[in-house]
């Protein structure tokens, strides 16, 4: 019942382990030592029964024991091949077996095997004494059977290449002796078989020759002088036959480990006791030292735990007479906490992406230490506050996976130190950096500077001009951080793409056509910053682009409105004072700000002294009260001037009728088209011809209509006859009201009804001269140069506006009436 229990705690385990994915079965292959390099050990493929690519596929590794790498594992082929030279003796000395350890681990899952290959001896080693003469001093009385024991060779081989045989030369004194030990060892001896005689052979000469087993055999030999002495009767006597001591390593050079004493009952200089190591390996005098005198053993090299925990070695105490004397001395060594830990990494992953999962494996090592006991327990840990963690798996196997997510815009790398302390006293400590490299992945947008972009410029630049620059930052690398711009077309598209370009790689606004303040004065584009990441991303910002005015519009006069049809008048009567409000000149300017402040000046005036205007308002006033002397129109060019650098201007002209009879001072505009001649000194000369010719011409028309009204049977011909000619209007006659050649009255005058449209009053109308549009009512009647029909007598209706009372006027008369206002002039 206890064994099925124990069965089953066994298979418990066992399955526990298949769970973990962790397998640590034992492999065992052999190998002779001194092959060369490249030399096939074995397939780990046909031994695991694995297939050819899950070597590499599983990241396959071969991680030694020690740190001497003896092994070479090809992950194409499954091969594990001799890397470097095995020499047994140096490996394991006298230890057999001789093993390596190595431990197999594939990845993903974690599988762990140990493979433990055995180095075979071979004969590679001969047979050696440790000196090539040995002198033996022997008492010439001593009795038959006596022996001596000699020093045995060593070889460095085990097993059948050891040694197997010893031969002593002939001779008729001595012969040899082999006896075993209870731990198998030999000792051999030289027994007496025929008395010496110092008389007759004071030195005899032997030789001795060790024989290995292997194949072919190899020897050794020693030479042994026997010194025949005289009679020494007491033999050397040591107080133990075995002396222990216990001593830990790394000691200094000369501490004394243990002090052997012997004693001999002889006198003189057979009483002397000489010590001396017999039968040892060179590699214990190597260690400890011997003092021939007082038999102090002390320490001679380096005691290493690690390499070798115990050593035997037989003492040797000879006297004066050549009596010897043997003893055993095992000196135990303690191990002292002088190797620190050891982390061996058997994969890396150097560079890990930044969106790597959590549980991700970034390395997988080991830890060992090569003391003992609570020497070579250990502890293993990485730095806190860092991404990754540590998991601990079978035989001392760590992982260390990614606990968290990771960020390379706020770290680039990582420097992960991995430390193993052990709990030896004192604690040793070693430490292993890792440096990982966090790769990027497009995880952030490009970022602009601001959250919107202001720019300005000015109107009427040259197409391609630069207006700004918009700058994105992405914080991913290379590709992902390599930032592109373009302008998002506005709603509907519209005129955004003619106006406004961007340069793709440097963000420079450029303006595709000069702009018109007046007719855009800004807008707005939408620029996105897009990365070359896969997928890209981008971000976008506004750009508000602002057009500065330039003094590139003159003012424009809204009122007296310059449209060259027809000229604008303004009526003041004569009785006005100084300070009379004559017009109000409007102007304005398409350009904004300090270009669009208008001031407003008086130009040219036929009488500057008269009128002036408000540099601000415009207004233009009486600067004195008028007189008689005035002239009865005055032309005023009036000049607007804006504010802009350098400053635009325009002109107008307006025309100012002296009237008498008018109470109202609001009614002054008026379109007249007879000019009035400018006053000069002959003006009463002008005005007593003018009325001479009046009444020359209004007798004329008398006779006219007598003549007319006897010849009714041909009216036509004698009316002709009686008629005096008249020049044709000419078709290029002025409309303004004064002849612009020599200043006097017109021949032909008009007589319209005109409104003054500024004034208050909007009833009043007044006569001008009409000729020849105008049809005067005389009659079927033909005069040449002049072409007058009339039906009969017409009614003339008039309004005509007084103190801002509308009276109608009704002019009726007959045809002769008619005739004679058509030619007398309106003074």
Known sequence: MENCFWKRQGL??????????????SIRFSVPEEKKKGFLVANVLKELKLEAGELSTRKAHLVAEGTQEYFHLDIQTGNLLIKDNID?????????????????????????????????????????????????????????????????????DLGDNSIQNYILSPNEHFQLEVHKNEDKTDNIYLVLKKPLDREEMPHLGLTLMAIDGGVPKKT???????????????????????????IKENLPQGTLVVKVEATDLDLGSNALILYSFHQVPERINNLFNLNERTGEITVWGQIDYEKEKSYSMNIRATDGGGLPDHCKLLIEVEDVNDNPPEVSIISLTSFLKEDSPPDTVVAVFNIRDQDSGDNSKMVCSVEMNLPFVLKSTANNFYQLVLQSPLDRETVTEYNITITAIDCGSPRLTSTRLINVQISDVNDNPPLFEKSSFDMQIRENHIPGLLIGSVHAVDLDTKQNAKVTYSVLPGKGGGLLPTLISINS?????????????????????????SDGGSPSLSSEVIVRIHIIDENDNAPFF???????????????????????????????????????????????????ALFSIGAQNGEVKTRRALNERDTNKQRLVILVRDNGLPPQTSTALLNVLLVDGFSDPFLRRVDVSVQEPEEDKTLTKYLVICLAAVSFVFLVCIVVFIVVKILKKDPQSHFTAAVPHFPPASADAPENCADSQNGSLSRTYRYDVCLTGGSLSSEFRFLR???????????????????????????????????????????SADWSVISWICFFPLY
């Not at 060259?564 to 102007?587: H, I, Q």
């Open 220 to 246: 050794g030999t020693v030479q042994i002088k026997i010194n025949v002495l005289d009679n020494n009767d007491n033999f050397p006597l040591f107080s133990k036959s075995e002396y222990k001591a216990r």
């Open 88 to 156: 047994r003796e140096a490996l394991c000395g006298q230890n057999d077996p001789c093993v390596l350890l190595s431990q197999f681990v594939l990845e993903n899952p974690l599988d762990i095997f140990n493979i433990e290959i055995k180095i075979e001896d071979v004969n590679d080693n001969a047979p050696k004494f440790w000196k090539n003469n040995v002198e033996i001093d022997i008492p010439e009385n001593i009795p038959i059977s006596m022996i001596f024991p000699l020093e045995l060779a060593q070889d460095d």
């Open 769 to 811: 001269p009409l000729f020849p549009v105008l049809s005067c009512p005389v009659g079927d009647v033909n005069i040449p140069g002049n072409h007058w029909t009339s039906s009969g007598p017409e009614d003339l209706s008039k309004e005509v506006a007084i103190n801002g009372r509308t009276k109608e006027v009704l002019m």
């Open 12 to 25: 418990y385990v066992l399955l526990s382990f298949s769970f973990l994915r962790v397998m640590c079965a």
């Open 558 to 608: 809204l009122y007296p409105l310059q449209n060259n049809t027809s000229p604008c008048n303004e009526l003041v009567p004569k009785s006005a004072e100084t300070g009379y409000l004559v017009s109000k000149v409007v102007a304005v300017d398409a350009d904004s700000g300090q270009n669009s402040w208008l001031s407003y000046e008086l130009l040219k005036a036929t009488d500057p």
């Open 505 to 529: 790689e440097t963000g420079n606004l450029y303006a595709l056509r000069s702009l018109d303040y007046e007719q855009i004065r800004g807008f707005r584009v939408t620029v996105r910053a």
